[in-house]
């Protein structure tokens, strides 16, 4: 009986540890596969394709297991977004020379001015005075 606990304890442990290292195999199964350049760049495309990203036409090319994606974007979360759609598609590295635009440079440091302002303001208030804010009074 104590060595039927033991033997599922082990499994129950390495069913553990195994789904803990899934979602990592699962990332690493497109470049460990052996793809070759064409197979990565077309899974890249199709990705770059789909969703709200595809407005911005980006173009992306794969050489060496390198994808270089180029093109420009009034959304800088996009950039981030090509890279890592990239390297799940299979890409060994990624040169990502997308270009974001002065506006959507000057609305992330808009945003950030305003949000670093607001707490400021929060930080040099009292917890009364902080209450009294979030209640409404």
């Given amino acids: 009986m104590r060595m039927l606990r033991m033997a599922a304890s082990i ?16 990332r690493n199964s497109a470049a460990q596969a052996g793809l070759s350049d064409a ?7 199709m990705r770059l394709n789909r969703g709200k990203i595809a407005a911005d036409h980006f173009q ?7 994808a270089t ?11 981030g977004v090509a890279t ?10 990624v040169d990502n020379q997308i270009q974001i635009s002065d506006a959507a440079r000057k609305k992330a440091a808009d945003n ?12 040099s208030e009292t917890p009364a005075k902080r209450s009294e804010v979030t209640r409404g009074g």
């Fill in 60 to 66: 992306a090319k794969v050489q060496g297991g390198v």
């Fill in 39 to 45: 197979e990565i760049q077309a899974d890249l495309r």
């Fill in 112 to 123: 950030l001015a305003k949000h670093q302002r607001s707490g400021a303001n929060q930080r």
């Fill in 11 to 26: 499994l129950l442990a390495a069913g553990l540890a195994g789904a803990a290292d899934a979602k990592t195999a699962q």
């Fill in 69 to 79: 994606i180029t093109g420009q974007t009034d959304v800088i979360q996009h950039k």
């Fill in 84 to 93: 890592r759609l990239a390297k799940t598609a299979g890409a060994r590295r």
